[in-house]
């Protein structure tokens, strides 16, 4: 498989579930990243993660939790989520920028995540 | 704090038609991006522009990078129905770790 790959592509979850997005990038990028997109906002990043290691969390409720166990997997484990937590949740990945250049990402189709 | 302002918000226009949209900002950017987002699915990236003036044609697609590099336009020639979706304009974040977004442009081409 290529590019950027995220499962499942729908989840409905209730407030007291625990459930985890999963996300994989066969493209030898070093960097990946979690958005969330929501209605008439603009795409809000989550967490970046720079050769496995998180090197940014944009003030992200505890609730969400992301892992990066190797260069090619990334997760984000959901707990106790709110409503207004229902969403897009896109994963993308990049080559890491360097020398101020800055690389294209490759974005996943997203999950839909719905809580009631 | 670095803002993107995208406009129009929507844009719904028939087969044939030219039409120009717009992503503005107060800040300066070494480059700046062009993404395009289909219905149910992520944003695929379409330009990359990095000099101030530099005109970049993507077949029917013409992107223009502000002589400042604060803002950029996409004019597109003769949209079609594939046009439509929502297209995006982004940059890095003053972190330099990350880009950012504007809200986009949601387009709809009519045959």
């Known amino acids: 498989e290529t590019g950027v790959t995220q499962t499942p592509r729908h989840l409905v979850m209730g407030m007291t579930n625990k459930k985890s997005l999963k996300c994989e990038q066969h493209l030898g990028h070093n960097a990946m990243y979690w958005y969330k997109q929501s209605a008439k906002k603009p795409l809000e990043l989550m967490f970046v993660y720079s050769l496995e290691e998180r090197v940014e969390n944009n003030s992200v409720p505890s609730r969400f939790s992301p892992e990066c166990p190797n260069s090619s997997h990334l997760f984000l484990h959901l707990h106790t989520l709110q409503p207004e937590d229902s969403a897009l949740y896109l994963c993308a990945s990049s080559q890491e920028r360097t020398g101020g250049f800055n690389y294209g990402y490759t974005f996943g189709s997203g999950t839909r995540l719905t809580v009631v | 704090t670095q803002l993107l302002e995208q406009s129009p918000q929507f844009l719904s226009i028939q087969e044939g038609e030219n039409l120009t949209v717009y992503c503005n900002s107060s800040s300066v950017f070494s480059s700046l991006q062009w993404y395009r987002q289909e219905p149910g699915e992520g944003p695929v990236l379409l330009v990359t522009?990095?000099?101030?003036?530099e005109v970049k044609k993507l077949k029917r697609l013409t992107f223009q990078f502000g002589d400042a590099r604060k803002d950029s336009s996409l004019h597109i020639t003769a949209a079609q129905p594939g046009d439509t979706g929502l297209y995006l304009c982004a940059v890095v974040n003053q972190a330099g770790t990350a880009l950012i977004f504007g809200k986009g442009t949601t387009l709809s081409v009519s045959s």
């Open positions: 522009v990095v000099t101030g003036g």
